[in-house]
């Protein structure tokens, strides 16, 4: 079962108009800080979006234009958020155009919002160079293949210890070779442990690691 919907696409001038659906977000520690879901519904159709109900994170879902409908279930989940979630329609098609559509708009409310924080949902790979020149500028952005991939929303793992002694001993032996960003730093660690740890348990370890003080995460960088 689906539901139809009125097409109602943001004018270039005006990012974040749109079809609306509740509060704003913002972080625990009380600062000003946005996280955009920017959902790429060609690529994923998402099923937990409901997980992000009463979550600091505000919710755009792109959509084609030959997208006239989607699920109930997924009209429910965004009703829920309320003006939290977005539809953002595309007007006509293209080769990538739903692509450069979020790219746009990252543009725009990074510029607006200069401290706010972009997850990208999708499996497109295309992305991720722009991901990569958008951390050089200091604009925090990720991509990730599911709503239920972001690390806020999984459940928690404890880190097993012999494998937090071996993270710190290596980190230690790197000296001014440490990585200097959180993708770096996943990926020296997971080459550590020969590939063998999940993302759920490299998260942990990270984590850990900055709970004993040996890491300091700001966005994207890391120092020691």
Do not use: W
């Not at 625990?28 to 879901?37: L, N, P």
């Amino acid at each position: 079962m689906s539901v139809s919907f009125r097409r109602r696409s943001a004018p270039a001038s005006a990012v974040g108009s749109g079809e609306t659906l509740g509060p704003a977000g913002g972080d625990a520690s009380g600062a000003v800080t946005t996280t955009f879901v920017l959902v790429d519904y060609e690529n994923v159709q998402p099923t937990e979006l409901s997980s992000l109900r009463g979550r600091p994170y505000k919710v755009k879902l792109f959509l084609g234009a030959t997208h006239a409908k989607i699920p109930v279930t997924l009209a429910a989940a965004l009703q829920a958020l309320g003006a939290d979630a977005e539809y953002v329609v595309l007007e006509s098609s293209g080769p990538n155009a739903l692509d450069f559509h979020i790219a746009y708009y990252i543009g725009q409310l990074s510029a607006q919002e200069p401290t706010a924080q972009f997850h990208i949902i999708s499996k497109d790979t295309g992305f991720d160079p722009l991901i990569k020149h958008l951390e050089l500028r200091g604009v925090v952005a990720q991509r990730f293949p599911s709503i239920r991939s972001i690390a806020s929303l999984r459940p928690f793992v404890a880190p097993d210890v012999r494998q937090l002694d071996l993270a710190i001993t290596h980190l230690g032996k790197m000296k001014a070779a440490k990585p200097r960003t959180q993708k770096t730093l996943l990926s020296t660690l997971h080459a550590l442990f020969k590939k063998e740890l999940t993302e759920t348990q490299l998260s942990a370890l990270i984590a850990a690691l900055c709970e004993r003080g040996i890491v300091k995460v700001d966005g994207a960088k890391v120092s020691y």
